[in-house]
């Protein structure tokens, strides 16, 4: 590239680099700087001179001052390979017209080879190339097919039809049309890419997909919710659909991803006795697997479901509430007593503790503690730094290091492993929670008893406290 001035004063500052349209002079016939310019592409250039090829033709070498304007950038990166656009010689000039072509190629001094759809090689300036299409497997296109049964030398058609890029290579490009036919045809015979594949998915990814359809398997006009079971391979994954068919099909075929996580509010169906209900409902997301996920209704109802269920995702959590910490004030919704139906209003409460699988234990101001799931949190009032587990009191710097010297033992953990209630933080976990046959044991007896008053689950498993008791001893 070169940097060259306009104006006065050089006050404008142009950079010319390879492949840029220009307006310069010309050597005329006798060798000197033609009074009239003429327009064309700029090839390569030394320190005082650059190699111009005309749009007439003529390829010159010219003073660098010769270049009067600059017309157009050249900023396309071309690879071998590549499907392009280009202009290409005629007679003795440039064409007006570009035709498409795959980039066979790149040379030096500002050319490139090109293969063009009637199979003529031709070497132009690469500021010649107008559009790079650069195909990826997933790509939806329309190109021409192969009739005569899509032998190998089968005829080009007449008309394209839509498709599905499964691979690219060299010169070809493997598609596999909607009427799930596969075919490797010519790059050249791509005449336009409708939606180039840029989806980031994964094993376990939710994505509304076209499926399979009829005795020939053919492109669904809708699209279905689906889970990918797979990474890609050959241009297909595996899907599992809503009923829990089976099919593999083309990357191209993913429309778009349903991008929700832990928090997050949904829409989704849930379980019936007959199967999967016919409407669906709001519910926050605790937890997913592969297959599945974890929500809690807002009527109560805690479920595992397939992925396929749930239809949209109502509220993005994390982009509305920061990360949460132990002793932020949050404004909340809280269970409601009896089937612990998620509360219309909200109440101020402080966070005590952060639970796995998408939930959080709450103080309200009624003292009254509960385990909610994190997407109840509607945003955080306060955020609170530096906080203490309790309140300091004075004491002398002299007894501090005193008692720095002095060997400690560590209190005893109970059995359980836990040293500390997980609701308060501060009492040992003597509270035995009973619920049926089994029971739980990490709070102590004081807030086990508030959540069984409260109507609260037991914080480990969420069942129904049938009775608190006290644990003597260690």
């Not at 730094?385 to 309140?391: I, M, P, V």
């Amino acid at each position: 590239q070169w940097h060259r001035h306009r104006g006065m004063f050089g006050r404008q500052k142009e950079i010319l680099r390879a492949g840029d349209r220009v307006c310069a002079h010309f050597q005329n016939s006798h060798g000197a700087k033609s009074q009239a310019t003429d327009v064309g592409t700029l090839l390569q250039f030394t320190t005082s001179e650059a190699e111009v090829q005309f749009d007439d033709g003529a390829t010159q070498f010219i003073s660098k001052t010769w270049v009067v304007e600059r017309l157009g950038a050249w900023e396309l990166d071309l690879a071998p390979g590549d499907v392009v656009y280009s202009h290409y010689a005629s007679g003795k000039g440039r064409t007006s017209n570009t035709d498409l072509g795959v980039v066979v190629s790149l040379l030096d001094g500002g050319k490139v080879r090109i293969r063009f759809q009637d199979q003529i090689i031709q070497t132009v300036p690469q500021g010649w190339v107008e559009q790079v299409m650069r195909l990826d497997p997933g790509d939806r296109v329309n190109a021409f097919f192969k009739v005569n049964g899509g032998r190998a030398r089968g005829a080009k058609s007449m008309k394209a039809d839509m498709g599905s890029v499964l691979a690219v290579h060299k010169e070809e490009v493997l598609v596999v049309f909607d009427d799930n036919v596969e075919q490797h045809v010519p790059k050249t015979w791509v005449c336009h890419r409708a939606r180039p594949w840029t989806l980031q998915i994964e094993v376990g990814s939710v994505a509304d997909i076209h499926y399979e359809v009829g005795d020939d398997g053919r492109r669904s006009t809708n699209t279905d919710i689906g889970i990918i079971l797979s990474e890609p391979m050959e241009g297909r994954v595996q899907v599992q659909f809503q009923d829990t068919i089976l099919q593999t099909v083309p990357l191209g075929w993913i429309v778009r991803l349903h991008e929700w996580t832990v928090a997050d509010r949904v829409q989704a169906h849930f379980k019936m006795a007959g199967g999967k209900s016919s409407i669906s409902a709001p519910a926050t997301v605790m937890s997913t697997s592969l297959l599945e996920v974890e929500l809690y209704f807002d009527d109560g109802f805690h479920q595992h479901v397939s992925k396929a269920w749930v239809t949209q995702r109502i509220r993005d959590w994390h982009s509305q509430v920061s990360e949460l910490s132990s002793g932020d004030v949050v404004i909340a919704h809280f269970k409601r007593p009896g089937k612990h139906q998620r509360s219309e209003q909200t109440d101020r409460g402080i966070v005590v503790s952060i639970l796995p699988r998408g939930e959080v234990s709450v103080t309200f101001q009624d003292d009254i503690t509960q385990v909610i799931p994190k997407g109840w949190i509607e945003e955080v009032a306060s955020r609170w730094t530096g906080q203490r587990n309790s309140f300091s009191k004075e004491v002398e710097i002299s007894s501090l290091e005193s008692n720095k010297r002095q060997s400690s033992t560590p209190p005893p953990v109970p059995s359980n492993g836990l040293a500390e209630c997980v609701i308060c933080f501060d009492a040992r976990p003597n509270g035995v929670i009973v619920h049926g046959e089994t029971c739980h044991q990490s709070t102590c007896f004081g807030c086990a008893k508030k959540l069984q008053l409260a109507g609260g689950t037991c914080p480990i498993c969420r069942e129904i406290i049938d009775q608190v008791c006290k644990l003597h001893g260690d």
